[in-house]
């Protein structure tokens, strides 16, 4: 029978170039954005997170942008690695109770 | 090395059988989160404990499961019956260290059910 699943949007990058993913988020409340990553069998990585006040936020080779007026996140690695393969997901925190959602995740494949 | 230790790794079980399903947060955290990962719907939410207490579990199928944290040290997720359908990788995720405030939630390494 037909297969049918989740179609993760792949981004495919020359080793050594940048990466840029991509997330759209829905609520204007959430106080938090996260990026994780998530290698095969294992549980998501904690990559780094933005608040809400702020547009951009910097960490070793990643930088997460937000843009709240159009509700997009992104994710920049500099200098991508074959190490870096994985599927990375965006998140995002809600209210007084901490609630974490994931979007639906981006697989990126790095060639050598 | 802290981290948030599952049982089991992987469990297979016939349609209709109990299953349970174990998380060991990290000491001091004080969230604890259930989620379901599969093909089909990505990473869902199914429950997720502030202090012990259940503050959402909207994402469950009510009928079938529950989650509880019987003390700080223990958070448990139980299909019963279990269904076909239920099979998926669960993870078990803990965050928000006393005295800090992150976005930060730290997984373990999932329980990965196939139900027959």
């Known amino acids: 029978g037909e297969s049918v699943g989740l179609h993760l949007p792949t981004l495919s990058v020359q080793e050594g170039d940048n990466s840029i993913i991509n997330c759209a988020y829905s609520?204007?409340?959430?106080?938090?954005f996260i990026w994780y990553k998530q290698e095969s069998g294992k549980g998501p990585q904690f990559i780094i997170d933005i608040r809400s006040n702020m547009d951009k936020r910097q960490g070793q080779r990643v930088t997460v942008l937000l843009n709240k007026t159009v509700k997009h996140l992104s994710l920049q690695i500099a200098a991508t690695q074959p190490g870096d393969s994985a599927v990375y997901f965006c998140?995002?925190?809600?209210?007084?109770?901490?609630?974490?959602?994931f979007g639906i995740g981006t697989k990126l494949q790095v060639i050598p | 090395d802290a981290r948030v230790t599952q049982t089991p790794r992987h469990k297979v079980t016939e349609m209709g059988q109990e299953v349970t399903m174990r998380c060991q947060p990290i000491l001091g955290h004080n969230t604890v989160f259930w989620y379901r990962q599969t093909m089909m719907q990505g990473l869902e939410l199914l429950a997720y404990f502030r202090n012990r207490a259940p503050l959402d579990d909207s994402g469950m199928p009510k009928d079938r499961f529950s989650a509880e944290m019987p003390d700080a040290t223990l958070a448990t997720l139980k299909i019963q019956p279990s269904e076909p359908r239920d099979s998926a990788v669960y993870f078990c995720a803990s965050g928000s260290p006393a005295g800090g405030d992150t976005g930060e939630l730290f997984f373990g390494e999932g329980s990965r059910l196939t139900v027959l």
């Open positions: 609520n204007s409340a959430s106080d938090y």
């Open positions: 998140a995002e925190r809600t209210g007084g109770y901490q609630k974490v959602t």
